[in-house]
């Protein structure tokens, strides 16, 4: 099975949104660093924070937390951590950290607009995604207060936190011990979540169905400490698999219910344009 890259670029064309579109013309084609900072720009706020269906599940205008990590990891994917963005995303996320450091999952405003059920707040800091934007932070040499604060919740929270991690949650873990600079420290806590990966929180069946998270959303890159947890005769079945799952019309399947119509062809060109990035890391594309 290879991919119908013609197809897939079609998709992209035609149902993802601007954003999607110049990042992948940044990955595949002559788009610069430059237009997706543009097309990035618009969703954030002036308070500094992230909103506006950056993330498609919420569709209301308010910074939330994790918006700012998927804007980081854009920011991480074009080498361009603009200092002007990310200083003011910085001091947002100091205003509305809890006293520990860290920032909820979503924040009370969520109720300003329609979003996904499951967006529920409680309050309370969160190692997701307090730990994926301060591991996007340390990979980008962006030194600020919160990311020290972040960094330190990160290492206080995890060893009795590690138990009950749900499978987005962990994700967000393995970024910060990916980028953070204690590599020891990270190996150490590692050792231990990624024994609970293994045991509890992957699905090996590429056709298990439902909300699940497979060997490729833990190690979309070589290079994470994830791709370890798995041998090479695994990720290749999983590249075969994710290979096999384009549709008809170019692109990949979403696996859960967006709010809306347009979040479901947002979702769909920011998830068609992930597995062309996973495929071609792993050298699929080539």
């Known amino acids: 099975m290879s991919v119908d890259f013609e197809a897939a670029k079609d998709l992209m064309l035609r149902e993802a949104r601007l954003l ?22 618009p969703y954030q706020n002036e308070d500094g924070g992230f909103g ?15 918006p700012v990590e998927h804007a980081l990891a854009i920011l991480d994917e074009i080498g361009r951590f603009d200092a ?7 001091d947002w996320l ?6 520990d450091g860290a920032v909820p999952f979503v924040l009370r405003t969520v109720a300003d607009g329609p979003h996904a059920p499951w967006w529920e707040p409680t309050g309370r800091g969160s190692l ?13 040499a962006v030194a600020h207060p919160w990311r020290t604060a972040a960094t330190a919740y990160c ?4 060893p009795e936190n590690i138990p009950s991690l749900g499978q987005d949650d962990t994700i967000s873990v393995v970024t910060f011990l990916d980028h953070v600079p204690d590599r020891a420290r990270a190996e150490e806590v590692f050792s231990v979540l990624g024994e609970r990966i293994r045991n509890e929180l992957v699905a090996l069946d590429p056709d298990a169905e439902g909300y699940v998270k497979m060997p490729l959303d833990y190690a979309p890159r070589q290079d994470s400490l994830a791709r370890r947890l798995f041998d090479d005769a695994t990720i290749e079945l999983h590249l075969d698999a994710l290979e096999s ?12 219910e967006p709010p809306s119509t347009a979040a479901v062809s947002e979702w769909r060109g920011f998830h068609t344009l992930r597995v ?11």
């Open 245 to 256: 799952r384009q549709q008809d019309d170019g692109g990949w399947p979403i696996t859960w």
């Open 94 to 99: 100091s205003s509305v950290s809890t006293e």
């Open 155 to 158: 290492w206080n929270a995890l």
């Open 128 to 140: 997701n995604p307090t730990a994926g934007i301060a591991g996007l932070l340390h990979k980008g």
């Open 276 to 286: 062309l990035t996973i495929l071609d890391d792993y050298g699929r594309l080539a």
């Open 84 to 90: 002007r963005i990310v200083g003011l995303t910085c």
């Open 20 to 41: 999607d579109r110049t990042r992948f013309a940044f990955r595949f084609g002559d788009g610069t660093a430059t237009a997706v900072l543009a097309a990035l720009t």
């Open 52 to 66: 506006n269906a950056l993330e498609p599940d919420l569709r209301g205008p308010s910074s939330q937390p994790v």
